[in-house]
């Protein structure tokens, strides 16, 4: 299994609170949404607007992985896919769509809170990667092969590393499923020149001094000896071109002693920071004024928030207070569980 593994990966590089005030309700406006539901043709003027990812789509790009556990609880129960077209994700498609694709590749690290939408905007990222016909790399999030693994054993091919037997038949089976279409014609397509998107989230847990990985000696194992590690550290090098590398940092990657900063700088740490140096860094905020009316409206219109008070300029405005702007935060505030 892991031979098999390393040839998909190595061979890559070649080819709640509201005021009891009384105030007048207001009823949300529909430029909320978007019908326009291809990423290739987001600009501007869809920024702060959802659009609706299809029951197919959603099954090829999600069904291993890249939502947020929390945000997947709305998705099952509503029963529909809907991502906001932000600021950061069209900022990296431009980049993705004026790239010189016979230069080396260019890195693009999403950072920012925790909380604030980086996995979405990958979410984002990923459809119009397939959309516009790249094979995609995904990892959906680096730390759960470090602290939620079934097994981990020896490498049989790799001296002195250990092997997810496990995660890695799953991240084939995530692979298959993302690039179904282009692997049905393999062989055509790939006689061809297939740019290469890499999609990774909570890359800096690839550095990350911890793990739940002990050896019988009860040692940790690093995930610098794991070859998974190895492998996608190998896709994320710009010693290769006809590819572009979307990473994502974020504290939760790391252990609760080294959360102090969301900036890349920190959290890759002298090691991480020289593996992907240079890159280009997109910052992932708060809400704007714009977007978190957008979410508000669509919490309502899908009856996801259901209390009277949030349909009036007083309720939304504490919405607005006591959020923050933080997306998380506002979620949480209005999750109906």
């Not at 010189?100 to 260019?106: A, G, K, R, S, T």
């Amino acid at each position: 299994m892991m031979l098999r593994y390393g040839k998909y990966v190595f061979s890559l590089r070649n080819s709640r609170c509201f005021s009891s005030a009384a105030s007048s309700e207001i009823t949300p406006i529909s430029t909320f949404v978007t019908t326009e539901a291809n990423p290739i043709n987001h600009d501007v003027h869809h920024e702060g607007r959802f659009y609706t990812i299809s029951e197919p789509v959603k099954k090829q790009l999600f069904t291993h992985g890249g939502l947020p556990r929390s945000f997947m609880t709305m998705v099952t129960t509503l029963n529909e896919l809907s991502l906001m077209v932000r600021k950061p994700s069209l900022e990296i498609i431009k980049y993705l769509k004026e790239a010189n694709y016979e230069d080396p590749v260019l890195r693009y690290v999403l950072y920012g809170k925790t909380g604030t939408g980086k996995s979405i905007t990958l979410a984002h990222v990923l459809h119009y990667g397939m959309n516009a016909g790249y094979l995609l790399v995904h990892v959906p999030w680096v730390p759960n092969w470090f602290r939620r693994f079934k097994e981990v054993v020896p490498s049989v091919l790799h001296p002195n590393k250990y092997d997810h037997p496990f995660e890695s038949a799953e991240w084939i089976k995530h692979f298959n499923s993302q690039n179904s279409g282009l692997l049905k014609d393999l062989d055509a397509r790939f006689s061809q020149i297939c740019r290469t998107l890499v999609v990774i989230d909570g890359y800096n847990g690839f550095f990350s001094p911890k793990t739940r990985a002990l050896r019988e000696d009860k040692s940790v194992i690093l995930p610098s000896e794991f070859v998974l590690t190895e492998a996608f550290l190998s896709v994320t090098k710009n010693d290769w071109n006809n590819a572009a590398v979307v990473l994502s940092v974020d504290s939760t990657a790391h252990p609760g002693e080294l959360r102090e900063s969301h900036l890349p700088r920190y959290l890759l740490n002298k090691e991480g920071f020289e593996a992907v140096d240079p890159f280009i860094p997109v910052e992932v905020s708060n809400y704007t004024e714009k977007e978190i009316h957008s979410q508000i409206d669509y919490y309502i219109d899908r009856q996801w928030l259901q209390q009277p008070k949030a349909h009036t300029e007083q309720g939304r405005a504490e919405l607005r207070f006591t959020s923050g702007f933080h997306p998380y935060t506002l979620m949480q505030l209005v999750a109906p569980y």
